[in-house]
């Protein structure tokens, strides 16, 4: 991660990542924060960073930090989610957008300016721009890309209390051998993105839906 962050990078910018495009289950959670220059010496620290190269030990332990942080005003968060059904109807990759679009709005201090990590920017209205592999270059966008991931894991470890077959609390609602004999033996749930070809796979088969 870029150890020098000028002003631009920080009070009054939103950086915004997405956990959960790919997984044939679960929401796509979108998370927002912004940072004031007190925030950064304990989110390096820490070593928040794209929640991708962490373990999750080290996201959890990072987000705590976070919410630390959050507590004493150091910075804003907010993480929104897009719900299954909202991926079936517009697609993934809108749907992600709407969720980054609410995070944004969601936050209790307006940006004037959105960092999104990516290569696309949804409909804001403040300015944005959109940077590729910006979770590894951006504090702000490696801030929001952990509390999307660790938001949407618990969520995931939730959801699998009720629905115990797929191993959601370990693969996080992703294409896992374990998740596709679930699906075998026990057929799509409500949590399922049916919009996705594997799930309409099991559902054109001979199979229970539950």
């Avoid at 950064?40 to 959890?60: C, F, H, M, W, Y």
């Avoid at 509390?147 to 939730?158: F, G, I, N, P, Q």
Wanted: glycine share 8%; net charge neutral; hydrophobic share 40%.
């Amino acid at each position: 991660m870029n150890s020098k962050l000028t002003d631009h990078d920080l009070e009054g910018v939103a950086g915004v990542d997405e956990a959960g495009r790919g997984p044939w289950a679960g929401p796509v959670m979108a998370a927002a924060a912004m940072l004031t220059h007190e925030a950064v010496t304990p989110l390096r620290t820490i070593g928040v960073n794209d929640s991708k190269t962490l373990t999750r030990a080290k996201r959890e332990r990072c987000f705590e930090v976070i919410l630390e942080q959050q507590a004493l005003g150091n910075l804003w968060l907010a993480v929104e989610p897009a719900e299954v059904t909202e991926i079936d109807t517009h697609n993934i990759l809108q749907a992600t957008m709407r969720a980054m679009s609410r995070a944004i709005a969601a936050l209790q201090v307006p940006p004037y300016h959105a960092l999104i990590d990516g290569n696309r920017t949804p409909d804001l209205t403040c300015s944005s721009e959109a940077i590729i592999g910006g979770d590894g270059k951006v504090l702000s966008i490696a801030t929001a890309s952990i509390a999307a991931k660790v938001t949407r894991d618990l969520l995931m470890s939730k959801l699998a209390v009720a629905h115990p077959f797929y191993g959601w609390e370990r693969n996080a609602g992703y294409g896992t051998a374990e998740h596709r004999r679930g699906l075998e033996s026990y057929g799509v749930t409500k949590h399922h993105r049916q919009s996705f070809a594997p799930i309409r796979k099991f559902l054109d088969e001979p199979t229970t839906s539950r």
